[in-house]
C-alpha cells in the first residue's frame, strides 16, 4: 500500500513538471464535466454539470437538448456546479440555449455552487435564472495558452487577436444578459471579479436566490 501511495505521488509530481498539460491543484489531469438529465415530469428535463467545460460537455449538452426537442419538453433545467473552462465551447452551448428560446422552451439555469468563467455566461443566458444562497461566481477577463510555454496567459498586447475576441464576445453576452453596464463589463474583463447569490441578483445576473 505504501508504495503504490509512492508510485501515485511520482506520478503526480512528473505530471506537474510537464509544460503540454494545464493541472489543477494536487496535480491531477483536468477532466471534463461530468452531465447527467432526469425527466422530473412530462414536459420537464433536468440536466445536471458538474466541472471543466471542454468540447465533449458541449456534445453531450447538445445531445440531451435535442432530446429533449424530440420529447417534446416544455422546460429544460440545467444545473450549474462548474469552474468554467473552454471558452468556444461555452457559447457553443449559449448558441443552443438561444435556439431553444426561439422555439418557446423555458430553459431555467440553476447555480449550485461554483458558477465561474464559462458557466458564468452559459448561466446568464438562461430565461430564468436561479440560484442557490451558497452559490459563488466568478467572471474573468481573457485567458489563453501561450503556444510558447503552454502555460495560461492574462496579460496581453493590445493588438493580441485572441484576447480581442474572447473579450468581445464575452462582453457581448454580459451586456446582453445582464443588468451591467458598459464601465462594469470593462472593468470585469480587465480582472477578475466574484459575487455572491445576493451581489448577483442587484447586478442583474440572477433572477431569484434559493
Not at 168 to 196: A, H, P
Request: one cysteine or more; a neutral charge.
Amino acid at each position: 500500500m505504501k508504495r503504490l501511495f509512492i508510485s501515485i505521488l511520482l506520478l503526480a509530481f512528473i505530471l506537474s513538471c510537464s509544460t503540454n498539460i494545464n493541472l489543477p491543484p494536487f496535480g491531477l489531469p483536468i477532466q471534463p464535466a461530468m452531465v447527467n438529465y432526469t425527466t422530473p415530469d412530462a414536459d420537464t428535463i433536468e440536466i445536471n454539470m458538474s466541472g471543466q467545460i471542454m468540447n465533449s460537455t458541449y456534445m453531450q449538452i447538445s445531445g440531451i437538448f435535442s432530446t429533449a426537442i424530440i420529447m417534446k419538453k416544455k422546460t429544460i433545467i440545467l444545473n450549474i456546479n462548474s469552474g468554467g473552462g473552454e471558452v468556444f465551447a461555452s457559447t457553443a452551448i449559449i448558441a443552443i440555449i438561444e435556439e431553444l428560446k426561439a422555439k418557446g422552451i423555458k430553459i431555467i439555469t440553476r447555480s449550485r455552487g461554483l458558477t465561474a468563467s464559462g458557466a458564468f455566461i452559459i448561466f446568464i443566458s438562461g430565461t430564468e435564472r436561479v440560484a442557490s444562497k451558497h452559490s459563488i461566481f466568478m467572471i474573468h477577463g481573457p485567458r489563453v495558452i501561450d503556444p510558447k510555454t503552454s502555460k495560461i496567459k492574462t496579460e496581453f498586447d493590445e493588438d493580441d487577436m485572441a484576447a480581442i475576441t474572447i473579450r468581445l464576445v464575452m462582453g457581448k453576452v454580459l451586456k446582453d444578459y445582464t443588468g451591467l453596464t458598459e464601465e462594469q463589463i470593462k472593468e470585469f474583463l480587465n480582472g477578475e471579479e466574484y459575487f455572491t447569490a445576493p451581489e448577483a441578483k442587484l447586478l442583474g445576473i440572477v433572477d431569484k436566490v434559493e
